[in-house]
């Protein structure tokens, strides 16, 4: 069975995938869903993670060619792998995520407010940080729908993620992604999310292998806000 593996964002586990798994296998699809955890891998940087994560990946697959999917920090940690490692893919499918800041300054200021969510994550309630998190705008006002325990999460480890992987430290990937010959990679965005419909957009006119597609009825996190669109164009992806 082809795998699947599948990388989520912030305050999130690697459970939040339960649901496409069991989506997909109620569809008799041939996918196995290998859920990330980030925390089996290096925090010496997006470098060093992506690095331990496609060797570990190489490890369990053999030659066999896998997809990958990332969603937010997972899906800008899974450009980063397409890249490291092309060859390990048979496709990537990112969803909803930056694929780098330009100027120094957006660079500074997302340090700076990853900084603060870093040092705040040790000092206040996880219950309210993780209510302040989905009042951002780029939820676009949408009730969280992905599953989440608050039990799974660790405050201390959740801080070194923001940390390690601000975007203030991300290099900006888009000119690497124009010089990839592949795997394929699919961009989707939600059709409430405009900001990251804009995102997809760049990428597929600068990208030969990146193609940008919107789904219907979500905003920011489309896995989960409509889960059998997602499935489908999941499924079409992989097998269309």
């Known amino acids: 069975m082809t795998k699947l593996f599948c990388i989520h964002g912030n305050f999130q586990a690697p459970s939040v995938w339960k649901p496409l798994a069991e989506n997909l296998k109620a569809r008799n699809v041939n996918l196995d869903v290998i859920p990330v955890n980030l925390e089996n891998y290096s925090f010496d940087g997006f470098d060093r993670w992506v690095e331990d994560f496609c060797n570990s990946v190489e490890t ?104 390690v992987f601000s975007k203030g430290l991300q290099q900006n990937l888009i000119p690497k992604l124009a010089e990839l010959k592949s795997p394929p990679v699919l961009f989707l965005s939600g059709e409430k999310d405009k900001k990251y419909q804009g995102i997809g957009e760049t990428l597929a006119k600068s990208s030969p292998v990146v193609k940008a597609q919107v789904v219907a009825d979500a905003g920011h996190r489309v896995p989960w806000e409509n889960p059998d669109s997602f499935t489908r164009v999941l499924i079409d992806f992989a097998f269309g």
């Open 60 to 163: 369990q697959t053999g030659q066999e060619k896998s997809f990958l999917l990332g969603y937010s920090l997972g899906g800008r940690l899974a450009l980063h792998a397409s890249l490291h490692s092309p060859n390990l893919w048979q496709g990537v499918i990112i969803v909803g995520a930056d694929p780098g800041l330009v100027s120094e300054d957006e660079k500074r200021a997302q340090l700076q407010n990853d900084h603060k969510w870093a040092v705040r994550l040790k000092k206040e309630p996880l219950k309210r940080l993780v209510e302040e998190w989905d009042e951002q705008p780029v939820f676009c006002g949408i009730e969280n729908s992905a599953p989440r325990n608050l039990n799974q999460l660790d405050a201390g480890k959740l801080g070194l993620q923001f940390g």
